[in-house]
């Protein structure tokens, strides 16, 4: 039995993992200061005895009693809707929370995850996106708060690593969908599954021929707990290497709830990247092989009735 951290545990991502090393028999540490993560994505945990939740912010000072194996850093607002309104605490919780996890892994001897994302790349210039590529990224544009704050924190893990030797796993996430997603998280799946399901239109920014690659949370979940048992401690991207245009997803979208909805047409956001396809040649050689195996269909039918519950509550 391992006992593994998880910063940002309540969040979408986060409690799936928890979730995950729980089933495998481990002690699961969830720290979260529920700005953005939700309590009831973890309420089902707590009966479980090896399950402990610590609310604080992670800049702060992390105390945690007793030894621990693994640190996953998962601690960050994800969204557009939230990094907009959330600036300052993005950038803090990417530099200082970093720091503070960090530290917290040097003292405990334990392997540190951060959670990247394929937003390090901007508006890239290469595609599809390899590790090697460094980015296309406006750092004054208002993503900038997101974007910047996580290439500081793989340079601070980075830094970590080679000065104090601790064990760093960077795991680069791209678009990822699934149950436990916020209906009003602002990104295009709850977007537009929600729009879609009320009969309202589906919002498309652009002409929607900006292309992304969307991965089901389980499949990320597999590939980001090989990824923390591997050898490899460079980046690696975790996504659906399966590209699509934004208004192909939403007829997509609109198939597969049975909606009336039409697609209107909205502004383009600044920075807005054209394109996101993650080369995953690096995964499946360093991780036994990974690759996406739920399709798109199934995952977006699972998350469709999830969404469905909350719509008919909301």
């Given amino acids: 039995m391992a006992r593994v951290l998880i910063t940002g545990g309540a969040g979408f991502i986060g409690s799936h993992l928890c979730e995950r090393f729980l089933n495998e028999g481990d002690e699961v540490i969830c720290v979260d200061n529920l700005i953005t993560g939700n309590a009831d994505n973890i309420a089902h945990l707590f009966p479980n005895k090896r399950f402990s939740f610590i609310p604080q912010d992670v800049t702060n000072y992390i105390y945690v009693k007793g030894p621990v194996d ?8 994800a969204s557009p809707v939230d990094y907009l ?3 300052i605490q993005t950038l803090k919780v990417g530099s200082l929370g970093t720091h503070k996890a960090l530290g917290l892994a040097k003292e405990k001897g334990a392997r540190f995850l951060l959670a990247s994302t394929s937003e390090v790349y901007g508006d890239p210039l290469i595609h599809p996106q390899k590790e090697d590529y460094w980015g296309n990224v406006n750092p004054i544009g208002p993503r900038g708060v997101y974007d910047e704050a996580k290439r500081f924190a793989e340079a601070m893990t980075m830094a970590y690593h080679r000065t104090h030797k601790v064990e760093t796993r960077i795991v680069r996430i791209f678009n990822t969908f699934g149950p436990r997603m916020r209906l009003r998280d602002g990104r295009v799946v709850p977007n537009f599954i929600a729009q879609a399901l009320r009969g309202e239109d589906v919002t498309v920014y652009g002409d929607g021929g900006q292309t992304r690659s969307f991965c089901f ?6 590939g980001i707990t090989r990824l923390l048992r591997s050898d490899h401690d ?3 991207n975790i996504g659906n290497p399966r590209e699509m245009t934004v208004l192909d997803f939403a007829k997509l979208i609109i198939q597969l709830t049975g909606s009336k909805s039409k697609i209107a047409f909205k502004p383009l956001p600044v920075d807005d990247p054209k394109v996101r396809q993650p080369d995953i040649t690096l995964a499946r050689r360093v991780l036994n092989n990974w690759e996406p195996r739920v399709t798109l269909e199934e995952g977006l039918r699972q998350t469709i009735s999830y969404f469905a519950d909350k719509v008919q509550k909301s």
């Fill in 70 to 77: 693994s640190i996953l850093h998962f601690a960050s607002p």
């Fill in 234 to 236: 460079g980046p690696v």
């Fill in 217 to 222: 949370v389980n499949d990320l979940v597999e």
């Fill in 85 to 87: 309104e959330l600036p």
